[in-house]
């Protein structure tokens, strides 16, 4: 019955796939891309015979997917829409605020129509396609959309459904009514005497149009325009068009009296026709004939009615205008039957269908397929679910366990939005409310999004933050100082390393300071290593390097005693990594001076001593070449000690 | 509707594998020239050629990419009976600013006798590790014990699999199971009419700290040309697409509290036959919801897994038609940029139904 698309097809037209024997090779890539090369298939045998002038052209082709909502006319829904779904998320957990369906089903629908007003105003020639395209889709799914708010979200009293659809009508079709202001405002037509449904030849389609949204009052007064208005035909038409019983819920009769009164009057109408009253004027007669509800009418209304819908109302208006909700779907689907003479429904006629059969649930499957991205599937099923109209499905997908049925669709919309480069900030909101598959989901994606500008980055970073996602955090920053290091920008590295506390990563680039110091006896970034913070306390290596800083600090300011202690520190912790030790130890020759003052005691000095020979003993077990220099420091080194030996001793002296 | 690019790859002969890097950023090929070349994409979305170089001295099957946190990183496999670790390294900038990149030769892989048919780099989690099959079918695993020293690439494991061995695939995480095992699913490509199993998975045992082939799948008789494990986002199984006379999707669940045996059970999740010939290649999307099958026909098709069916949400057909003119103009005159657009009007998503 409903044409259904299970898959569509696309050709590569490229040159490099004409020959038979080429096969196309097809992967992912980044976030939703697809890529595809051409290649053969050959055994190893023969796969050496490879000719230099090989001419053939071989192209790899890259598929970007593009959707609706990537335009930049409509992100503004998208982004719009994260915002209501936000407050009614967390209004849904607030028991103190309101929760009204209908208020949040008007906000979601202004903003599409806001979407499409940015579309037209955009297209104002409607020349561009693609953008006819779109404002058809999302106005189709404005149209679906307030249906199902007039038929689930609006409660009426008695369920006397007819005026609520009249008014939706009312809105998605303001053709005749636009038309019937063009005729009215003509004052010219008014004053000189011309004949208005000479002039406008759209005259009686206005007043048939007028006629089957039930906007009597409009159309009587067209008629008063009207030419002949003061003949016996027109007299007693405007007279019945006046009499019309309008039936209002608040303050206005019982159904029963009401029922009772319309019949009255329709079959006075009615009276009035069959003695032939209007047939001098056959326009009038053919209008006459649809407000007495005669059956032969049904053919000229449907000529006037561009959708099954339509027709089902005007109908409605004049055959039971006090019908009850749950009498709408036989009357619909009559209506669908009158008004194709082929079964032929497309998507939009299911989908409505549905909503007047009371099938939410077979509705908002529908709607799933609506090519909009999963926008409108996702926004009215959560609405629906969170005003406990629909049931979450029950069959849930095996392949993704573990996840709360109701999330999936949230699941999908989220993830399709984090493959955005811009909207990704908009899907988080929506993977937030997936527990923890939802986690799962964000934490893959945000370190899949490319680190490219630094904004991005520091973005990212917050959002995972926020999240306690600090595999994320930790990961972007390795990856972020990893691309540092490889432009050989080591204090930008480790600036990541701190943002990331990743002290492996830390403790390698302190090595790479440390070597860099050994070599050309100063540290390249102070400013970085001056700010160090907390990751001298996680790593090892850095909290050398602080401590040697410091000590290299004191010693410049001639703080000798005070570098003393922090020197004997250093060695006793024994913190020094193994290549650096030789320098350390030569800065004992800092210590002697000419003031012959010792900074030193001898369990300090043997302290030295005795790191002294485990270094040598080290640097003698493993033979590395760029040592050999710093082992022939040992001699000055232990020249320094027996000085500073010597002077604490003849100092002991003196004191004695 | 989808936006394509056209890239000339410039390879002198057949192009064997792509590969993409983490972010999809960065482009890999490699070739039956003995080239691998790297294409990274501009900020316009333009992808250019920044590495060329001559890799192997035969064939270079596959090329994949290492996690970026342990830098831009690639291997390579050839038909040279080597596989190789590269760098890339950025020089001093030119006269124009832009920095001078250039790839080195980090490791190469010898043990290999016969030619090396896959390599991949497990998941990170497990550090930086490397597995190899070959065409004499013993898997390898390589692993740099110092992840920021890429010169050291001791040989760790073998697994001798005693049939040809045509891809290998890594397990991703599982969502609930407590730190699953490493684990490598090894094809064979074996061409005889025997039923032997072309399915090996291979586990890292850690008591023993040792790899070794811990279940053959049965079910798969036919050659094996590729092999992936779905990404993991939050199932508690893998799934496993293999590339054979057909598409198949296995489905491997851990068993709660296996004591000894294979601790998986293992059932075929899909079967689609609609390649009706052999299928060479499978690749799953980010998310591992959407798997793309390349078979002889020629054609692409795209599997996507809805409530408990998988079914066919697009085919990618070739078409040997030259794309418009003026595409080809814009080829001719930038010598640097070998992008090509070219629009493919309405298409792929499935739910493109247009009405109204």
Request: aromatic share 10%.
């Amino acid at each position: 019955m409903s044409k259904t698309i299970v898959y569509d097809t696309l050709s590569i037209p490229d040159p490099s796939f004409i020959d038979d024997e080429v096969r196309m090779f097809g992967s992912s890539f980044g976030m939703s891309n697809i890529c595809i090369f051409p290649t053969k298939i050959s055994g190893p045998s023969n796969n050496q015979n490879s000719s230099g002038d090989d001419k053939t052209e071989r192209n790899i082709i890259l598929l970007k997917h593009k959707t609706m909502l990537f335009d930049p006319k409509v992100r503004q829904l998208v982004n719009e829409s994260s915002g209501v779904f936000q407050e009614l998320q967390t209004n849904v957990d607030d028991p103190t605020k309101s929760t009204d369906a209908l208020y949040y089903s008007r906000k979601y629908r202004a903003i599409l129509s806001t979407c499409i007003l940015a579309i037209d105003q955009n297209n104002l020639d409607k020349s561009n396609e693609i953008y006819n395209q779109y404002k058809m889709l999302l106005y189709n799914l404005q149209l679906i959309w307030h249906l199902c708010e007039v038929l689930y979200l609006v409660t009426v009293p008695g369920d006397t459904i007819l005026n609520n659809l009249l008014d939706w009508i009312k809105i998605h079709y303001e053709n005749a009514e636009n038309q019937a202001s063009v005729i009215t405002e003509n004052k010219i037509a008014y004053l000189t005497d011309e004949h208005v449904e000479e002039k406008f030849t759209f005259y009686w389609d206005t007043v048939i149009g007028l006629v089957l949204q039930g906007n009597i009052d409009t159309a009587r007064m067209l008629l008063s325009n009207h030419s002949q208005s003061d003949t016996e035909p027109f007299i007693h038409a405007i007279r019945i068009f006046k009499s019309m019983p309008i039936y209002s819920i608040y303050g206005g009769l019982p159904i029963a009296e009401y029922t009772s009164r319309f019949k009255g009057w329709q079959s006075s109408a009615k009276s009035k026709l069959e003695c032939g009253i209007f047939l001098s004027d056959s326009n009038l007669n053919d209008v006459m004939k649809i407000i007495c509800g005669d059956p032969d009418s049904t053919s000229l209304i449907r000529s006037h009615c561009s959708t099954w819908f339509q027709f089902l109302v005007a109908q409605l208006i004049y055959t039971d205008p006090t019908v009850k909700k749950h009498s709408l779907s036989l009357y619909a689907h009559r209506s669908v039957a009158k008004y194709y003479e082929e079964s032929e429904y497309n998507h939009m006629d299911t989908l409505a269908l549905d909503l007047f059969d009371g099938d939410l649930e077979g509705f908002v499957k529908k709607l799933k397929s609506y090519p909009d991205s999963g926008w409108s599937s996702t926004h009215l099923t959560n609405l629906l679910h969170l005003c406990d109209k629909i049931e979450p499905e029950v069959d849930m997908s095996e392949v993704v366990e573990n996840t709360n049925p109701n999330e999936q669709y949230l699941l999908d919309y989220g993830t399709f939005l984090m493959t955005h480069h811009s909207l990704w900030q908009a899907g988080v909101i929506y993977l937030d409310y997936c527990s923890a598959i939802g986690k799962g989901h964000l934490s893959m994606l945000l370190s899949k999004l490319e680190i490219t500008s630094d904004l991005r980055v520091s973005k990212i970073l917050h959002y995972a933050t926020a999240r306690r996602l600090h595999n994320v955090v930790s990961s972007v920053c390795k990856v972020k100082g990893m691309l540092s290091l490889q432009k050989s920008r080591i204090g930008e590295a480790l600036c990541w390393a701190i943002r990331g506390q990743d002290s492996a990563f830390a403790t390698h680039l302190g090595d790479l300071y440390l070597k860099e110091f050994a070599k050309s006896g100063s540290f390249g970034c102070p400013d970085i290593l001056d700010n160090l913070g907390s990751i001298v306390v996680t790593c090892d290596r850095f909290m050398f390097i602080g401590k040697y800083i410091q000590f290299l600090k004191l010693s410049m300011d001639n703080k000798l005693n005070e570098a003393a202690l922090l020197y004997i520190e250093l060695l006793k912790s024994n913190i020094c990594p193994k290549y650096f030790r030789m320098t350390l130890l030569m800065d004992v020759l800092m210590f002697i001076d000419n003031s012959n003052e010792c900074y030193f005691n001898i369990a300090d000095m043997s302290l030295i001593t005795m790191r002294l020979d485990d270094a040598i003993i080290e640097y003698n077990e493993d033979d590395e070449s760029d040592n050999q220099f710093l082992l022939s420091q040992v001699l000055n080194i232990r020249q320094g000690i027996a000085k500073l030996v010597s002077i604490s001793l003849r100092k002991k002296k003196t004191i004695m | 509707m989808v936006e394509a690019h056209s890239i000339n790859a410039e390879h002198k002969d057949l192009i064997h594998d792509v590969a993409f890097d983490y972010y999809g950023e960065r482009m890999a090929t490699c070739s039956t020239d003995q080239f691998v070349k790297v294409w990274d994409q501009d900020e316009q979305g333009n992808w250019n050629l920044t590495a060329s170089w001559k890799a192997h001295s035969g064939s270079v099957w596959k090329v994949t990419w290492a996690h970026p946190e342990f830098g831009q990183v690639i291997a390579t496999c050839s038909f040279d009976r080597t596989a190789a670790i590269w760098e890339e390294i950025m020089g001093e900038s030119n006269e124009n600013g832009t920095l001078l990149r250039h790839w080195v030769r980090r490791a190469n892989l010898v043990d290999s006798r016969t030619s090396v048919t896959d390599v991949k780099f497990g998941p990170k989690s497990f550090g930086l590790i490397l597995a190899t099959c070959s065409a004499d079918g013993v898997m390898r695993i390589y692993e740099a014990p110092d992840a920021m020293n890429l010169a050291q690439w001791p040989l760790q494991h073998e697994v001798s699999l005693k049939v040809p061995s045509s891809c290998l695939t890594w397990n991703p995480l599982l969502s609930t199971f407590r730190t699953p095992n490493a684990m490598i699913a090894v094809g064979s490509d074996e061409n005889s009419n025997t039923t032997n199993s072309k399915i090996f998975i291979c586990e890292y045992n850690e008591v023993s700290r040792r790899w070794a082939k811990t279940e053959s799948v049965a079910s798969v008789a036919h050659p094996v040309h590729d092999m992936i494990f779905a990404p993991n986002m939050g199932r508690s199984f893998y799934l496993l697409a293999i590339a054979t006379n057909n598409v198949r999707i296995l489905k491997l669940k851990p068993i709660v509290d296996a004591t000894s045996g294979f601790p998986y059970t293992i059932e075929t999740a899909a079967q689609f036959n609609d390649h009706f010939c052999t299928v060479w290649r499978v690749a799953w999307n980010i998310t591992g919801t959407v798997l793309a099958s390349s078979g002889d026909d020629g054609c692409v098709r795209l599997w996507k897994s809805t409530v408990d069916t998988w079914k066919c949400v697009g085919v990618l057909k070739r078409d040997g038609k030259l794309p418009q003119p003026q595409s080809k103009k814009t080829q001719s005159t930038t010598q640097n940029n070998l992008t090509r657009f070219f629009k493919l009007g309405q298409i792929t998503h499935p739910s493109e139904v247009h009405w109204h």
